[in-house]
């Protein structure tokens, strides 16, 4: 989208919500100050990246043919967003590419996440490319998955994507598929300054200078099993979807077949389940409708006439003849079953679409006079029985409709950024209330780019003894009455925090309650948990809570995808695999692997900015500049030294780090090799080596 373009939208916007609030009468938000403001900065903010394009964005190939001449050819493994930002950069400068993708799009996590997704922090600080534009500052996720595709197309990548294409095999041109070692390669090997070539997939028509691995650290969604989840159907019930395509049974809930929880749902008929809803929806239906309730319509009468079974005999002690519309009975025999099926049938007894409960007096199977026995059924004490309502992942929270989130009650399980998002998000689906189970505590910063860039200034990449100081400010500025909901066993600068604004004032306005636990087990009205206090720890002891739940979301992230592609050849020995790598994103054995947002695992900062460039053009300058190119010692050196200066730091000298000691590193990379200083304004700005028929 041009400038003019996303202009002419924010500008299109803003009219349409002044005739929306003119519309409604809503005077307060229409002379809104904020509103305005709001609308005058994206104005601003849309003309300043304009500026940011024109300085720094390298010019794209006008040909999918181009260039004719590369430096070098380089495989892109993924085309999310640090694929197509990596995979551009390199075809800016000259090299070819190819890109592996294993889905059918673009886009990766993005492509996966809910409609309501955006960013966490200011887009400002989401510059995966120089030349992207973003309308506002918290663009959604199909702005974000515009802007990639954008980028993709704008370099000629389409030719060069190969999807639905997944890489098992990398190794090196210098062993063959047996692992038998061939010394093709001129010079292989890196302590002499040179490097491998790579063969993907063992085609050894296709052969690469450099491969760049940007499958990220989120993969298939996690889905962690509780007691209490349908065995049958495992973990993934699904809930309805908009497209009306699963059955409500599905989005409801798996409900066992006849006799396995005591129950019927038939007299005569062949059905052999239907779901909480679908039976409360027919029951009041037929309340309505002054239709019999099994009452009325038969009852107990064992001289009902029908002709006795030649081989089973019901004992008068088992009561194994049934003759009401439903029972609770613990057991019944299957011959005994049918035998009432039939004696139902030709009585005329009414099917259940015919008769319904009105209350457990009118049930001939319940004892009137034991209440607590059906209450403790109803409470699921029994530990199994599965819980009734649907489990979906967060990710799948944007399919439900919103006719099966409003007016109930969501249990989030999960308190991190997609935790924080799934409260949000089923909110505005007008959930009436969301509950979230939070195992540990996190921190959250407000989504003020001010603030967030103050805080990933800071150099050090570790908590350090004034780092209390941001704590109380972050509790002062952003929690404001819930300092009970910071943490006391994490630091600020010991894990990756939550950006959030809205959150806490949901907490503050009751909409949101939030439980500090351990999930015990899923029970048939929702989730029982071991509450804890703030300064306990996850499996302390507590005490026990069930929590009533229409539905509950499993906010527990995503699997961190496997790197186990590389055959024949060690490139991450121990003590220097992720996270441990030269610069964090490249091989100690071979600079020519980059692992580029694929290798860390805590930080406060941003994966999609200014570094995805910068570490693509310092792989570029290493194929360019055989001076510049680092030894297998010399990273392990870099990795060591770090590891020193931050010894002692929670998780690890790169367990976690700020983007302020990410760009020291980068920068240290020219000032302690002078030979590399040349290279400064290309590898920091992406100024030069652009081919001249661009």
Known sequence: ?????????????????TISSVKSLNILHLFSPARILVFLFN????????????????????????PSSPHGRIAVIGAGLTGVSSAAHAIAHGFDVVI????????????????????????????FHPGVLWSCAFPKRDEILGEITRIWKTYQL???????????????????????????HPN???????????????????????????????????????????????????????????????AASSIPEDGADGSKHSAWTGKAKETSTAIHDDQEQKRASNLPTPGEAY???????????????????????????????????????????????????????????????????????????????????DDNVVIKGPIIHSSELDSLDEDRVKGKTIVVIGSGASGVESVETALSKGAE??????????????????????????????????????????????????????????????????????????VRKGRCRYVRGDTERLTKRGVKVNVRERNSKPGDSGHLEEIDADIVVLATG?????????????????????????????????????????????????????????YMRILLVLLMDKDARPTPDDMKLWVRVISFVKRGARGGAFGFFTYMELTIWLLLFHIFRPDRLRWLFFIMQGWGVTPNEY
Not at 158 to 177: A, G, M, W
Not at 214 to 224: L, S, Y
């Open 1 to 17: 989208m041009s400038v003019m373009q996303t202009e002419f939208a924010n500008v299109s916007s803003f009219i349409s919500d």
């Open 43 to 66: 104005v601003y903010y849309i003309l300043c990246q304009k500026l940011i394009i024109w300085i720094f964005s390298p010019k794209p190939p006008k040909y999918s043919s181009q």
């Open 100 to 127: 592996f993708e294993q889905d059918d799009r673009v886009g990766g996590i993005w492509a996966h996440v809910n409609k309501t997704s955006g960013l966490q922090l200011n887009s400002f600080c989401y510059r």
């Open 158 to 184: 389409e030719s060069r994507t190969r999807f639905k294409t997944r890489v098992n095999t990398i190794r090196p041109t210098t062993h063959d598929k047996d692992g038998n070692c061939i010394n093709e």
């Open 188 to 250: 292989p090997d890196p302590s002499a300054r040179g490097h491998h070539q790579w063969i993907i997939n063992d085609n050894e028509d296709d052969i690469f200078d450099a491969v760049v691995v940007t499958v990220g650290t989120c993969g298939k969604p996690r889905m962690i099993e509780f007691e209490g989840m349908p065995k049958k159907e495992g973990h993934e019930q699904k809930a309805e979807r908009k497209d009306g395509k699963d059955e409500e049974s599905s």
């Open 299 to 381: 009852h107990d009468d064992h001289n009902t006439e029908s002709p006795p079974s030649q081989s089973y005999e019901p004992s008068k002690d088992s009561q194994a003849y049934q003759t009401t519309a439903w029972t609770n009975g613990s057991y019944e025999h299957p011959r005994a079953v049918e035998e009432d099926q039939d004696m139902k049938k030709e009585a005329g007894f009414p099917t259940p679409d015919e008769a319904f409960p009105t209350s457990s007096s009118l049930d001939p199977q319940r004892s009137s006079d034991s209440p607590e026995k059906d209450e403790d059924n109803d409470r699921g004490s």
């Open 433 to 506: 209330h969301v509950v979230m189970i939070a195992r540990e505590d996190k921190w959250i910063i407000p989504r003020n780019i001010f603030i967030d860039t103050l805080i990933a200034a800071q150099p050090f990449g570790r908590q350090m003894p004034l780092s209390f100081i941001w704590e109380h400010f972050i509790i002062w500025f952003n929690y404001r009455g819930l300092s009970d909901l910071a943490p006391t066993h994490i630091g600020l600068f010991e894990g990756t925090p939550v950006v959030n604004d809205e959150f806490l004032n949901h």
């Open 558 to 614: 995503y699997e961190k995808p496997e790197v186990n592609l590389f055959k024949n050849i060690d490139l991450f020995p121990k003590g220097f695999e992720r996270p441990n790598l030269y610069l964090q994103n490249f091989s100690t054995e071979d600079w020519s692997v980059l692992m580029t947002n694929s290798s860390y695992q805590n930080a406060i900062g941003t994966v999609g900015h200014f570094h995805i460039g910068i």
